[in-house]
């Protein structure tokens, strides 16, 4: 992938929140449609589960249908359940990176509005410190002209999705190819960071 964000281990965060298991840590991404997501941080050792679901508004129990509006204020997000003595925040947010378009504002490849924009949710004051360092290693890298315009923002309660969302790309997977085409998100994200 070439551009490496940050080589630091996060480990010993303090957790803030619910504990998602003992010795276990959680991660909340938004990057555009979940399902396209998902697949990226599934099969990463040390990755426990990774849940879709909906995060950042105002509404409480949102529906896929209310989100899609555009007028709940959440956005579609995975929450990533990890092990930190196996895989370190720091590598999450790398992966993280390499699979949106962090040059684009309330919008994701095919996808438009609020709830499609980017954020990293942050758990405690270690992620936030390592969102942020990230981001301003991409912003000075110079590998892009423009701003970056991904959110580092406080976690708050996440929504999971509905079961039919879940695991979407292996329970449709023809659906899904025709639709991660047709989005003409791995072509963009060939453009910004080069070959997987």
């Known amino acids: 992938m070439g551009f490496m964000l940050l080589a630091v281990v996060a480990s010993g965060q303090d957790g803030a929140g619910a504990a998602p298991g003992p ?64 895989i370190g925040y720091s590598a999450l947010l790398d992966v993280f990176w390499h699979n949106i378009d962090p040059t684009v504002k309330d919008r994701q490849f095919c996808d438009v509005g609020s709830q499609y924009r980017s954020a990293v949710f942050y758990h405690d004051e270690q992620q936030k410190r390592l969102a942020e360092a990230s981001k301003k290693a991409l912003e000075q890298s110079k590998r892009f002209p423009g701003p970056i315009y991904t959110e580092i923002v406080a976690a708050t309660t996440f929504y999971p999705a509905e079961e039919y969302h879940q695991k979407y790309y292996q329970k449709n997977p023809i659906r899904y190819k025709y639709y991660r085409y047709g989005c003409g998100r791995d072509q963009r994200l060939r453009e910004l960071w080069g070959k997987p």
């Not at 555009?32 to 129990?61: H, R």
């Open 23 to 86: 010795g276990l840590e959680k991660a909340t991404f938004a990057g555009g449609c979940f399902w396209c997501m998902e697949p990226a941080f599934d099969k990463l050792p040390g990755v426990k589960s990774v849940i879709s679901g909906y995060t950042g508004g105002q509404k409480v129990n949102p529906t896929y249908e209310e989100v899609s509006s555009g007028t709940t204020g959440h956005a579609e997000s995975i929450e990533i359940t990890f092990d930190p003595a196996v």
